[in-house]
């Protein structure tokens, strides 16, 4: 039982629970004091709202650093050992993203409208002044930070700069120090207070049914974009996919247990060095590099949430022109997320708050909603990698690559 309530999910549904039950309670709380009724509910809230906007100001702050800290060394990482096959990978990694994202974008503006979402913004109750405002202001903006994170990352390959390649990898080590010991701690108790502000606003106790809904949806989602993955795969090899799908059930199940591709990584290498279709030097290149930067169900789910809450949190769905940009966009994000529960969305906040336009209140619920079904997401992307790898095989094969030794096997 202890183990189950220090997992990320279980905390993340325990804000939610506490934080919706807080807000209902205080919504109603007026008390009888010196003769006059206060309303100690609304005080209660101003220490919750200011709270709440101390922790956005601290991840705000973060989103630059994890931008930086993680697509930089990847391009330095990716540059120094460039080849046909990895520029081959690096290609089919993105564009798998960016249409997963585009499959989920046109699957929003044609169910969403018909969810009959209210806009939350009517007819709520009216959220006190915060305290104070301490705002904690980003060292750079997240489009600079990713321009700096491109060019710094090109430069040092290209002057073959080793220290600052070192730096960059050592940079990366202290930014995720940073997100798994404060950021995913905070992010419970920013849940909560987020939850907290809606259910006093009243828009939770009418939203809620429409967020397990739309997880379903996404689910499905996963499992058609895996297989239109492995029916092209299947179309350019000549092999059938079903032979590297078949193996793959218990990368599946370890991808929804951790949340996480790194931790899934040795399984997922067994499971494809089983598969008799699949090269056994393009497994040992194609899934440890497909780990970390094919992120396709991550990606489906995303711009699909994304949609939701602009439904729900502001009464409308963005733009086309928006939602395109924000597609492109969060495919190169996608390239340098960091490897934790949520990393995802946690590295393309600022593009959701600069792109999209949402606020403390969108960006939180977005975290939340994501995070109850990443392990899907995850299990997802997982999959999705033996596609990919089935496309570098084929294509090592019809272009008379030679096979390297296998070190697995």
């Given at each position: 039982?202890?183990?189950?309530?220090?997992?990320?999910?279980?905390?993340?549904?325990?804000?939610?629970?506490?934080?919706?039950?807080?807000?209902?309670?205080?919504?109603?709380?007026?008390?009888?004091?010196?003769?006059?009724?206060?309303?100690?509910?609304?005080m209660?809230?101003?220490?919750?709202?200011?709270?709440?906007?101390?922790?956005?100001?601290?991840?705000?702050?973060?989103?630059?650093?994890?931008?930086?800290?993680?697509?930089?060394?990847?391009?330095?990482?990716?540059?120094?050992?460039?080849?046909?096959?990895?520029?081959?990978?690096l290609?089919?990694?993105?564009v798998?993203?960016?249409?997963?994202a585009?499959?989920?974008?046109?699957?929003?503006?044609?169910?969403i409208p018909?969810?009959?979402?209210?806009?939350?913004?009517?007819?709520?109750?009216?959220?006190?002044?915060l305290?104070?405002?301490?705002?904690?202001?980003?060292?750079?903006?997240?489009?600079?930070?990713l321009?700096?994170?491109?060019?710094?990352?090109?430069a040092a390959?290209?002057?073959?700069?080793?220290?600052?390649?070192q730096?960059l990898?050592?940079?990366?080590?202290v930014v995720?120090?940073?997100v798994?010991?404060?950021?995913?701690?905070?992010?419970?108790f920013?849940?909560?207070?987020?939850?907290?502000?809606?259910?006093?606003?009243?828009?939770?106790t009418r939203?809620?049914?429409?967020?397990?809904?739309?997880?379903?949806?996404?689910?499905?989602?996963?499992?058609?974009?895996m297989?239109?993955?492995?029916a092209l795969?299947?179309?350019?090899s000549?092999?059938?996919?079903?032979?590297?799908?078949?193996?793959?059930?218990p990368?599946?199940?370890?991808?929804?247990?951790?949340?996480?591709?790194?931790?899934?990584?040795a399984?997922?290498l067994?499971?494809?060095?089983?598969?008799?279709?699949?090269?056994?030097?393009?497994?040992?290149?194609?899934?440890?590099?497909?780990a970390?930067i094919?992120?396709?169900?991550?990606?489906?789910?995303?711009v699909?949430?994304?949609?939701?809450?602009?439904?729900?949190?502001?009464?409308?769905?963005?733009?086309?022109?928006?939602m395109?940009?924000f597609?492109?966009?969060?495919?190169v994000?996608?390239?340098?997320?960091?490897?934790?529960?949520?990393?995802?969305?946690?590295?393309?906040?600022g593009?959701?708050?600069s792109v999209?336009?949402?606020?403390?209140?969108?960006?939180?619920l977005?975290?939340?909603i994501?995070?109850?079904?990443?392990?899907?997401?995850?299990?997802?992307?997982?999959?999705?990698?033996?596609?990919?790898?089935?496309?570098?095989?084929?294509?090592a094969?019809?272009?008379?690559i030679?096979?390297?030794h296998?070190?697995?096997?």
């Open positions: 039982m202890k183990k189950f309530f220090d997992s990320l999910p279980a905390r993340l549904i325990l804000g939610v629970i506490a934080g919706i039950a807080v807000g209902l309670l205080c919504a109603g709380l007026v008390l009888p004091i010196g003769g006059q009724s206060v309303d100690v509910g609304s209660a809230m101003q220490v919750i709202l200011t709270a709440k906007n101390l922790m956005n100001s601290l991840i705000s702050f973060c989103v630059p650093l994890i931008v930086i800290g993680f697509i930089a060394p990847s391009i330095t990482r990716m540059r120094s050992n460039a080849s046909r096959m990895l520029g081959l990978a290609a089919l990694a993105y798998s993203s960016v249409c997963a585009f499959l989920s974008m046109a699957a929003g503006y044609l169910i018909g969810l009959s979402i209210q806009a939350a913004a009517e007819g709520l109750r009216q959220l006190p002044e305290l104070f405002n301490l705002e904690i202001a980003p060292l750079m903006s997240v489009m600079s930070a321009v700096f994170s491109v060019l710094i990352g090109l390959t290209w002057t073959r700069a080793r220290a600052i390649t730096l990898e050592e940079f990366q080590q995720l120090s940073v798994t010991r404060v950021v995913i701690p905070v992010l419970p920013f849940i909560a207070t987020t939850f907290c502000s809606l259910a006093y606003e009243g828009s939770i939203q809620l049914p429409i967020f397990l809904v739309v997880i379903l949806i996404v689910v499905a989602g996963h499992y058609v974009w297989a239109v993955l492995y795969a299947g179309l350019y000549g092999a059938n996919p079903l032979e590297v799908v078949r193996h793959y059930g990368a599946y199940l370890t991808a929804v247990g951790t949340m996480s591709s790194a931790a899934t990584l399984v997922a067994r499971c494809a060095h089983k598969s008799k279709v699949l090269r056994g030097d393009m497994v040992d290149f194609g899934i440890p590099l497909f970390n094919h992120l396709c169900g991550s990606v489906l789910t995303e699909f949430f994304v949609m939701t809450v602009s439904k729900v949190l502001y009464g409308s769905l963005p733009s086309l022109t928006t395109l940009l597609c492109i966009l969060l495919g994000f996608a390239v340098g997320a960091p490897g934790v529960p949520g990393g995802t969305v946690m590295a393309s906040l593009l959701i708050v999209v336009g949402f606020d403390a209140t969108g960006t939180g977005m975290m939340t994501f995070a109850l079904q990443d392990s899907f997401g995850t299990a997802c992307n997982v999959t999705g990698d033996g596609a990919l790898t089935l496309m570098l095989t084929a294509y094969d019809k272009h008379h030679h096979e390297a296998s070190q697995i096997s």
